[in-house]
Every structure is written in structure tokens, then in C-alpha cells.
């Protein structure tokens, strides 16, 4: 029996076909062979130049920027704002009128207390002579008992009306001093209708405005703000209280705000409050930056953000955190105590490891205290293999 021909032909296509992928098989077999015979691809060192600098360790903290004083000008007495002569930014000097309120009411008191003064005066000046009437009669009756002419009765009236006198004439001094202390009250409070600057400073709030209600019931309203000197101002800063222990008095401190980016001024720290703040569980104390502001780029108000300085070395030898947690792949992970470190540093062309002494850390470098580090040597601070031509190189490692 006779095989068809489209038989023979699918047999000789799947022959093919096996072929085929046994050919695709064997040469992806020698591909793998040659990429795991090639040799390694050199690795290529990320190297920085140790050199001499300054170590600083800083406490982050945020503030605002205030006056160094700032006086509240207020009101005494109640009334109607009748005129304004200060608004924001003026300059004011000791004395100097910023506002006046109604003074019509308490003129009206002071004429008033004037009038029962005069009345208190004018009945003292009676009552004195009346004094004096009582006092001659006394005498009289005394002289014309001592002839036999007066009744003893006559005399010791006149002596009862001289003692009354003289009573009611202390009874009109005290008076006329109590209406004389009433007059001085109203014209105090006449006086505080005028709102006068108690300092030489600049306004930077104004509470008040012409035809505007002042009550001064309870509490005394503040119409006024001044700032003594724009030119020195400070920075209250919340340190949390993990960080306050080291902060002093003296402490060098800088600060940045947002309407100047880039730019940082600098400070000292003036006054470590020991008043706690807790808000939210979360313990803060005020710490004081005082700075010179000649310029008068610092305004009230604004948001700072501070970095103290709480330790310094200068012109010491340093290294970068990258180098101290580098190691090459496979050499054993150091183990160090406080104050020791290792590095690798670049040796013809191979990485030898280096054991150093550490001091200080703020973070980007680390002082070295001690060891074979010298200024000028290179270390490591990551490694890459260079990729074959054409290829995506492979990733930058650095100490972790």
C-alpha cells in the first residue's frame, strides 16, 4: 500500500522544523557560554578628595519674626475717636498725638468739679468768718465776766459757738481738698481723651479709625501698635525638648524666609526661655534669636526657619558620610564602636581600607580626630562597572 504525497510532505516540514529549533537552541547555548566566559567588566571608582573644612552640627527649628519691643497704646477712658493723626508705618516720637477722642463729656466733668470747687472755697471763706466773729465774742465774754458784768452762761456759749466754728471750718478745708481731687481726676481723664505716643518707634498696627466707639469698660482696648526699633529685630524660635538641652546663650544661629529665597541671615541666640509650651503632648520651649536688621528687609510676622548651632570645629580635617558607610562588595562589614570609623581610599588603582578616629557629625561630613587619613587622599565613596559598548550602564552604588 502506497503512502499519499501530502503525507510525505508534512513529515518532511516537521523534520524541518526540529531542525530549526535545535539550531536556535544549540547557538543560544553558545551565547550564554561566551557571556558567562567573558571576562568581568572593570569597576570604576566614585572618588572625593579629603580635604580641610568646617564641621557644624545645627538644631532645625521654626519661628517668627518680631520686634525686639513692641509697646500696646491703649485707652484709659470711653468715647468717640474725634480725629486720627498716626496710621501703619508712621514714625512717632515720645509725646507725639496719634489720636484724640471726644473730650466734650469730660470737659463737661471738669467744669463741673470746677464749679463745686469755687462753691467749697467760697463756704470755707464764710465759715472763717464766722470763726473769727465767734472767737472776738468769746473773748468779749470773757473780759466782761472777769469784771462782773457777763453770765458765766454767756461765756461758755460763746465758747460753744467759737469750738463749733472752728469744727466747721475744718469740715469746708477737707471739703474744698476733696473737690480739689475731683477736679485733678476729671482733668486726668480729660487728659486721656489725648492718644500720645509713649515711645519713639514705628506704628505697625492701627486698631482704630475716625468716628469709631472706644470702650474702655473691662478691659483696656489696644488702638496702636509700636515697635521701638525695626532695625534690631528677633526671632522666637519652638526648640523641642529633646534638642534644648543643647542650647546657650551665645550660639550662633542662622534663618531663612520666604520673600527672600537663597538668601540667610544670620544671629545669636539672645534668651533660652524656661517657660514649657505643651501643645498636643508635644513639649516646646521659646528660644530667642536676636539680629541686626539696617536695612529694614525684615519684616513682623514673618515665618523663619532656623538652624542653631549648637557645635563647631573649623579648619579640621572631614571626610563625607558616603565614605564611612561604603564598603566593596563582599569585603566585611566593619564593626565600630563610638568614635571609630574606616573608609576605603583609591591605592593604585584598588580600594584599601583605612581605620580612622571620629568626631563630630553634622550630617554631610565627619570630622577626623585621628588615624592615616591625611588631607589630599582619595576615598571611596561608590563604585560602577562600566558597561560593554552599546550597552545601559550598570547603576552607581554608594555606601548605604
Known amino acids: 500500500m502506497s503512502t499519499p504525497a501530502g503525507a510525505r510532505t508534512g513529515a518532511r516540514s516537521r523534520r524541518r522544523s526540529h531542525l530549526t529549533l535545535a539550531a536556535l537552541v544549540a547557538l543560544a547555548a553558545l551565547a550564554l557560554l561566551m557571556w558567562r566566559l567573558r571576562p568581568p567588566a572593570p569597576l570604576h571608582y566614585t572618588t572625593v578628595v579629603v580635604g580641610r573644612g568646617t564641621v557644624s552640627r545645627a538644631i532645625a527649628a521654626t519661628g517668627t519674626v518680631n520686634p525686639v519691643m513692641t509697646v500696646m497704646v491703649g485707652s484709659y477712658v470711653s468715647g468717640v475717636i474725634q480725629a486720627q493723626y498716626c496710621d501703619f508705618n508712621t514714625r512717632v516720637r515720645r509725646g507725639q498725638l496719634c489720636a484724640k477722642i471726644d473730650p466734650r463729656p469730660y470737659q463737661t466733668v471738669v467744669d463741673e468739679n470746677a464749679a463745686a470747687l469755687a462753691t467749697a472755697r467760697a463756704q470755707l471763706a464764710k465759715d472763717g468768718a464766722a470763726l473769727d466773729y465767734a472767737e472776738l465774742n468769746l473773748a468779749r465774754q470773757t473780759t466782761l465776766l472777769a469784771r462782773g458784768v457777763a453770765a458765766q452762761d454767756a461765756v461758755d456759749a460763746a465758747r460753744s459757738a467759737q469750738r463749733q466754728a472752728r469744727a466747721q471750718r475744718e469740715l469746708d478745708l477737707a471739703v474744698v481738698r476733696q473737690r480739689e481731687a475731683a477736679l485733678a481726676a476729671a482733668r486726668v481723664n480729660l487728659g486721656y481723651t489725648d492718644i500720645v505716643s509713649p515711645v519713639d518707634g514705628t506704628v505697625v498696627t492701627r486698631n482704630v479709625t475716625v468716628g469709631q466707639t472706644v470702650a474702655a469698660s473691662f478691659q483696656t482696648p489696644t488702638l496702636f501698635l509700636i515697635a521701638t526699633d525695626l532695625t534690631r529685630m528677633q526671632v522666637d524660635t519652638n526648640v523641642s525638648e529633646s534638642d534644648i538641652g543643647d542650647v546657650t546663650t ?104 583605612l581605620a580612622l578616629r571620629t568626631g563630630l557629625d553634622d550630617d554631610s561630613y565627619t570630622e577626623v580626630v585621628g588615624g592615616a587619613l591625611r588631607a589630599g587622599d582619595r576615598v571611596i565613596v561608590g563604585e560602577q562597572r562600566e558597561a560593554p559598548r552599546g550597552a545601559a550602564p550598570a547603576p552607581l552604588r554608594f555606601g548605604l
Open 250 to 353: 551665645g550660639d550662633a544661629a542662622s534663618f531663612d524666609v520666604e520673600a527672600y529665597p537663597g538668601r540667610s541671615f544670620g544671629g545669636r541666640v539672645l534668651q533660652v526661655r524656661q517657660a514649657p509650651q505643651a501643645v498636643q503632648n508635644v513639649v516646646t520651649y521659646d528660644v530667642v534669636v536676636g539680629v541686626d536688621n539696617p536695612a529694614l528687609a525684615l519684616k513682623p510676622g514673618m515665618t523663619a526657619t532656623v538652624a542653631i548651632v549648637v557645635a563647631e570645629r573649623r579648619d579640621v580635617l572631614r571626610v563625607p558620610d558616603q565614605a564611612l558607610r561604603y564598603a566593596p562588595a563582599g569585603a566585611p562589614e566593619a564593626v565600630a564602636g563610638d568614635g571609630q570609623g574606616r573608609v576605603w581610599v583609591l591605592r593604585d588603582g584598588a580600594p584599601q581600607a
